[in-house]
């Protein structure tokens, strides 16, 4: 009898135990969900916020955070020809920056400063179209992505929610948001021209700079580019270009509503995001 009464205690209080257990787990587990939740909720509410910001006339343009200039490639080759000085039989030296920012009409070359700012300006407005409908977009991203470790990215940086997202989410995205890049790319316009074709023309006209015949002598010509050992270059994807550099604005505009989230209690616009970022405090 005694054995059996032990017996009853042994099996009560492992139940008792496996109860406080399953019962922590349980409360572990809807923790985590809460949390995973707040950090979707804080990343939605964050991309409508960046979204807002930046599907506007100058929204990208005037940012200079998130403006878009030139091609990688494109910009390195300006800057190369800014630093030449070359010298023109009869005119003496000439220094690149001239060459670019004025021209020089005895040379038949035209300026293409203006021209730079006229395509700056074209990829940043198809970004800013383009950006109308990065909403819906990075919502089905954000709801489909499960958080795994939602503890260390709420106790993480400031920016680990959005981190996040960019690692789980990003080639998705690009491939998703570039074709409405590609739209505005070849339908807005700048002076008549869309952006495929300023670009295109931005490029040629750089190129025949290049290939400007330079007088080094009262016999002998070279071209610009020879002279200064620049060479042309070919048209870079500029859909993809400004695809991928408009989505990194879009994630910068996300970063600083998630640090707002973190760190400002009036940011967190309702229940949940009020309930789990108040853990920070």
Do not use: H, W
Not at 115 to 121: A, C, Q, V
Not at 151 to 161: F, Q, R, V
Not at 233 to 250: C, K, P, Q, V, W
């Amino acid at each position: 009898m005694k054995n059996l009464t032990k017996l009853s205690l042994f099996i009560s209080i492992v139940l008792l135990s496996s109860c406080d257990f399953l019962n922590d787990a349980l409360e572990e587990q809807e923790n985590n969900i809460d949390i995973a939740a707040g950090l979707k909720e804080a990343l939605r509410v964050g991309t409508d916020t960046a979204t807002s910001k930046l599907a506007v006339v100058d929204g990208y343009l005037r940012d200079e955070a998130v403006k878009i200039l030139l091609p990688d490639e494109l910009e390195a080759q300006i800057n190369a020809l800014k630093a030449v000085e070359i010298n023109v039989f009869g005119l003496g030296t000439i220094k690149g920056d001239q060459i670019y920012n004025t021209g020089v009409p005895f040379l038949g070359i035209n300026s293409l400063a203006e021209k730079e700012e006229e395509l700056i300006m074209g990829i940043n407005r198809a970004a800013e179209e383009a950006a109308q409908e990065a909403g819906p977009i990075f919502f089905d991203a954000i709801r489909g992505i499960t958080i795994s470790d939602a503890e260390n990215i709420l106790y993480g940086s400031d920016t680990a929610a959005t981190a996040y997202l960019v690692n789980n989410t990003y080639q998705s995205l690009f491939d998703t948001f570039e074709p409405k890049v590609n739209t505005a790319i070849n339908s807005v316009t700048i002076g008549n021209r869309t952006v495929e074709e300023l670009y295109g023309n931005f490029v040629s006209e750089y190129n025949n700079i290049l290939s400007t015949s330079i007088p080094i002598s009262f016999l002998e010509t070279q071209t610009l580019g020879s002279i200064s050992g620049i060479n042309t270059i070919n048209e870079a994807d500029i859909s993809a270009f400004a695809t991928g550099r408009g989505l990194d604005g879009l994630f910068l505009k996300v970063q600083e509503e998630e640090t707002n989230i973190r760190k400002n209690v009036n940011a967190r616009v309702n229940e949940i995001l009020q309930k789990v970022f108040g853990l920070l405090d």
